[in-house]
């Protein structure tokens, strides 16, 4: 929000510079989109900074506080992570805060989620919360309904402003 840029972990704004537009360069172009800063270059070999998963628009995220956010992030980057053995079954994913700072990760599955699914998340919730008092609840779902936007996201909160039907 100080318009410094992010040490590596910390979520801020993306912005983006091109100079190969000429009739019209954008110039720290705010995108509108929260993500975490990383450490180091991308795999991909450009020295640039890197920064991980968009997270979702400021405009929605910005109400949720940051150690929230970080929790949130730390379960959505396991579940991109998670190895095939179990994430198989997986056809969809949300994660749920709710006001009460609780979370619910909601999935959808074609058969059934091996046990250890459960094990693995629980575990890396785990260290993540470490003594505080918020808890994951792992359910399955016929399935997760997008916002009244249309716009799916794979994180939503009773924190974020609901768009008007």
């Not at 991980?52 to 940051?66: A, E, K, N």
């Not at 396991?78 to 006001?99: C, D, K, P, T, V």
């Not at 808890?135 to 794979?154: E, G, M, Q, W, Y």
Request: glycine share 6%.
């Amino acid at each position: 929000e100080d318009g410094k840029p992010c040490a590596p972990g910390e979520y801020g704004r993306v912005l983006i510079t091109t100079l190969t537009n000429y009739a019209m360069p954008l110039i720290r172009y705010d995108t509108g989109d929260i993500a975490q800063a990383l450490d180091g270059p991308c795999h991909c070999g450009r020295t640039l900074p890197n920064f991980g998963p968009i997270l979702g628009r400021r405009s929605r995220i910005t109400p949720v506080p940051t150690e929230i956010m970080a929790l949130a992030d730390t379960i959505l980057v396991a579940m991109e992570q998670l190895a095939i053995e179990l994430s198989g079954n997986i056809r969809m994913y949300q994660l749920y805060h709710f006001r009460d700072d609780n979370f619910e990760l909601r999935i959808v599955v074609a058969d059934t989620l091996p046990l250890e699914f459960s094990e693995h998340i629980n575990e890396i919730w785990r260290n993540a919360v470490a003594s505080r008092p918020n808890k994951l609840r792992i359910v399955t779902v016929k399935n997760v309904r997008p916002p009244a936007s249309d716009k799916f996201f794979h994180f939503d909160s009773d924190l974020f402003s609901k768009p008007s039907a």
